[in-house]
């Protein structure tokens, strides 16, 4: 289930009942438990806390049972089972780009922050803003967008709230209230801020008491006042802040980029001892690899997994565990990705325990488009081929599961080689030439068998001469011939005049 109202709401793109477009309609996620969710657990017997001088407090955690803010004395009093995390700006960063690619697929400009509030207690705020209005017609208007984007937060493992609104100040400041009601025109904004708290403006304490002193209680009164005397008393970016709000001046911030590569750093609360362990964390790190594959439209055939085990009893760093996967063919699925994870691993015994895990890719390959056929199933009997491939190549090892190969070579016993499965198939044009070559049997016989005499009945004709760049030249005279019902794939060498057998069809 969603973690919020989804609320309906009367914007709707053009196409959709005649209604007009909407240029700009920003959708921001404000994450309350942010800190505690990068760190890849969101049990209630855990919370993330901060530290200033001698105090300490709660920055994240289960809300039933601690407020953010907290004394941490004052938890160990009443919850002596709930255990103190620290806090690493490192994983929420990472966790952030991951969420922001899988928003990726409902707009293409993308906003996130994590800042601390100065307010409450230095607690992380951490938003990120994704405008669809672009997308509403696409997703058949905002109720179907809200609805797929719903079911798909709610499978992200994150707690959040949502608000919509043209700007970007407006959107948080209602997502942070809990607002999912959308304000589709920066028209309504006034109207729809009117019975708003002042309370909930993200303002330094002492405009904040400033403005109390003078009697104003909410965000309508405030914004009824004019402007000059209010950046005359409290600065011009209080001023501009406002301006923002309403969308009466740009807001200009860094939009986010997908990287060019994907890196994902997943810390373990303990040390795991067993592979069964490692398949929760790395469920989720395929899956955020799917996301990132899915925004960029492309795929992948290799990437890395890197075991880190920390330090050993004599605080000497252990080496890693590097493992480098590849796949028959490039895929960005990531049920696919995790099944030869899995398999890999179950081979791969750890040495000493995990304590963290590095998931990696650098080089992307646009996967094929499937093709729907009404009666056959080709396309779906390739794909299980390549699965098949793939978990063979992760129980046994590449070395083990080899195929057919060519080699630009005339000299049939010389124009084929063992290649590792997970290798690029021929290119087109290769495939385009073996096509125009004349029929050859697939059972060769190598070194080719001297024949006694010359076969009573041949037929074709094909001329082969090379090797002279290796020093073992050749120059034959290829037939086809029979022999008890079977084909036969016959040469005569016409330096010797000596004739050999060489193939056989069935």
């Known amino acids: 289930m969603p973690r919020w109202h989804a609320g309906g709401g009367g914007c709707a793109a053009a196409g959709t009942g005649g209604e007009r477009l909407i240029a700009m309609l920003w959708l921001c996620l404000h994450l309350p438990q942010f800190s505690l969710e990068a760190l890849g657990d969101a049990s209630a017997s855990q919370v993330v806390t901060g530290r200033r001088g001698a105090r300490r407090w709660v920055l994240a955690g289960a809300a039933d049972r601690v407020m953010p803010g907290t004394d941490w004395g004052t938890v160990q009093t009443l919850h002596p089972d709930i255990r103190a995390l620290e806090r690493k700006p490192r994983s929420e960063r990472e966790a952030m780009q991951a969420l922001a690619a899988w928003a990726y697929r409902y707009g293409s400009e993308l906003v996130w922050e994590i ?125 501009v802040y406002l301006d923002r709000l309403l969308g009466r001046r740009p807001d200009v911030r860094p939009r986010f980029r997908l990287p060019p590569k994907y890196q994902r750093r997943f810390d373990l609360m303990s040390e795991v001892e067993h592979i069964e362990g490692l398949l929760f964390p790395l469920q989720r790190m395929t899956r955020e690899l799917g996301h990132f594959l899915k925004a960029r439209d492309t795929g992948l055939q290799a990437f890395r997994l890197t075991l880190n085990h920390g330090r050993a009893s004599g605080g000497k760093l252990q080496p890693e565990t590097v493992l480098d996967l590849r796949l028959a063919s490039p895929a960005r699925d990531a049920d696919r990705l995790l099944r030869v994870l899995r398999e890999r691993l179950s081979r791969t015994p750890l040495p000493v325990p995990v304590r963290s895990l590095k998931l990696t890719a650098e080089h992307f390959i646009e996967p094929p488009t499937g093709q729907g056929d009404l009666f056959e199933s080709r396309a779906g009997d390739d794909e299980a081929w390549s699965q098949l491939v793939e978990k063979l190549i ?110 056989i069809w069935a």
């Open 115 to 239: 800042t601390e509030s100065e307010l409450d207690y230095g607690l992380p705020c951490a938003l990120l803003w994704v405008d669809i209005g672009t997308s509403l017609k696409l997703f058949g208007g905002l109720d179907a967008l809200l609805a797929d984007f719903d079911a798909g937060f709610a499978d992200s493992g994150h707690v959040g709230q949502r608000g919509l609104a043209p700007t970007l100040e407006a959107a948080a400041l209602l997502a942070r209230l809990g607002l999912s009601q959308p304000v589709c025109d920066a028209a309504e904004l006034p109207a729809a801020l009117d019975g708003l708290p002042l309370a909930a403006l993200p303002l330094e304490p002492k405009i904040q008491s400033a403005l109390k002193a003078v009697g104003l209680s909410g965000i309508g009164e405030l914004l009824k006042l004019p402007a000059a005397p209010l950046a005359k008393r409290h600065g011009p970016a209080f001023t």
């Open 394 to 503: 992760a129980r046994l090892g590449a070395e083990a599961v080899t195929a057919l190969g060519l080699i630009a070579d005339h000299r049939p016993e010389r124009s084929w080689r063992l290649r590792a499965c997970d290798a690029p198939p021929p290119s087109p044009a290769a495939a385009t030439s073996l096509a125009e070559l004349p029929p050859r049997p697939i059972w060769l016989i190598d070194p080719p068998k001297p024949l006694s005499a010359a076969p009573a009945r041949i037929t074709g004709f094909e001329r082969l001469e090379g090797g002279w760049w290796d020093g073992d030249d050749v120059m034959r005279d290829y037939y086809r011939s029979e022999a008890q019902g079977s084909g036969l794939w016959v040469f005569q060498d016409r330096q010797t005049q000596a004739w050999f057998l060489q193939g």
